[in-house]
């Protein structure tokens, strides 16, 4: 399993801890979007809003 497939897993699985390590951040309202996003110059698989 590569980083990219990890951190999405984790990211979809359990966003609120995932934000919390990643951003020091300690939020209840969180939005996972399964987008894809391919605008340049941003592209993503998947979208969280905090």
Known sequence: ?????????LAQ????QFA???L???TDDIQVLKTE????PIRADSL???
């Open 1 to 9: 399993m590569n980083y990219d497939n990890a951190c999405k897993y």
């Open 13 to 16: 699985k359990y966003p609120r």
């Open 24 to 26: 020091s951040v300690d």
């Open 20 to 22: 919390r390590w990643l």
């Open 37 to 40: 996003l391919s605008l340049e």
């Open 48 to 50: 969280t809003f905090l």
